[in-house]
């Protein structure tokens, strides 16, 4: 293992035994084609850690036969940060396990000392699949595979998100000013570093520099979660609810990522998101006390809660 290799070791989680054991989904290339696996767009923590389970799964000790950069598209989404060819470095060299830290997903090269990061932002999307399986949109970059025959497509309707191949992580830019992961920071951490955040408490939750990880969705239900109103100044969080917080923030994280693990097992009944309480439900019964959900859109952002359950707050204007 090279040093980059070493190095990216410490992303590897520790606490996996909070989660379920990932059920097999059998060897693939015997008898039949593996599925085509599509992942979701905007993904947050939860997703991407499942993304990161399926990607090793299916291809760690793999080789790169061959890569192909889509003439448009590839050269916005793409960065060549070691300045020696995109294409030709990834050519030829073995897969090894996919990390993930906040919302990049890092894909390591265990004879290679190079990482390639990628960070789909609200549209980029990961495709699994057979050469001629239906693109989900358009594809700027593939990577083909050989035994089964498979090829592992980015497509980004938007061209949002950015894929980084370098040798170093410091010239990616914004990852150096991560804050911890969301499911890996403890409670004293958590309290000593949401004193330097002003504002509300769920802006907070969704910056990077704080806390890795969680988006707009997520941020929704683990406030709900805490019975916390989302526009909540953080000055004004007492240490019960801060404490509160962190545990609401770990436990939706961990149970939702065991259900998003579920959605794409062998019940194709499950929409994506199914299990949301609140998030995008405006009007329908809180589950917990049955007031209608509040919705309110700002910024482009659509933020859920129930005022029975989660009090307070200065809703702009809306009492
Ligand atoms: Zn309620």
């Not at 923590?45 to 890569?67: K, Q, S």
Request: proline fraction near 7%; aromatic fraction near 6%.
């Amino acid at each position: 293992m090279g040093t980059i290799g070493a190095e990216f070791s410490r992303f590897v989680r520790r606490d996996n035994l909070l989660l379920k054991p990932v059920p097999p989904t059998g060897r693939l290339g015997v008898g039949r084609n593996p599925p085509c696996y599509t992942s979701r767009a905007v993904p947050e923590l939860p997703e991407l850690e499942v993304v990161r389970e399926v990607l090793t799964r299916r291809l760690a000790g793999r080789r790169i036969e061959a890569v192909t950069l889509a003439p448009k598209g590839a050269a916005v989404v793409v960065r060549d940060l070691t300045g020696e060819g995109f294409v030709s470095l990834l050519t030829g060299v073995l897969l090894g396990e996919v990390h993930r830290r906040g919302k990049f997903l890092l894909f390591d090269f265990p004879r290679a000392p190079f990482t390639l990061a990628v960070n789909p932002k609200l549209s980029g999307r990961f495709q699994l699949c057979a050469p001629g399986d239906k693109k989900a949109g358009p594809v700027h970059v593939t990577f083909h595979m050989a035994e089964p025959r498979e090829d592992l497509r980015y497509v980004d309707s938007k061209q949002m998100g950015q894929l980084y191949l370098t040798r170093d992580t410091r010239r990616i830019p914004t990852f150096d000013e991560m804050g911890p992961d969301a499911l890996d920071i403890g409670l004293e951490d958590f309290q000593r570093r949401l004193r330097s955040f002003r504002g509300e408490i769920k802006g907070i939750l969704t910056r990077a520099p704080f806390v890795a990880g969680i988006g707009n969705a997520y941020a929704d239900e683990i406030l709900w979660q805490a019975r916390l109103h989302p526009y909540r100044k953080r000055t004004a969080l007492t240490a019960e609810e801060i404490v509160t917080l962190h545990q609401a923030m770990r436990q939706t994280l961990i149970d939702s990522t065991e259900k998003v693990r579920r959605e794409m097992g062998d019940d194709v009944h499950l929409k994506p998101r199914d299990f949301f309480v609140v998030h995008l439900r405006g009007g329908q019964p809180c589950p917990r006390c049955g007031t209608p959900i509040s919705e309110i859109t700002a910024n482009q952002r659509v933020t859920s809660f129930c005022r029975t359950c989660q009090p307070g707050g200065l809703v702009r204007g809306v009492s």
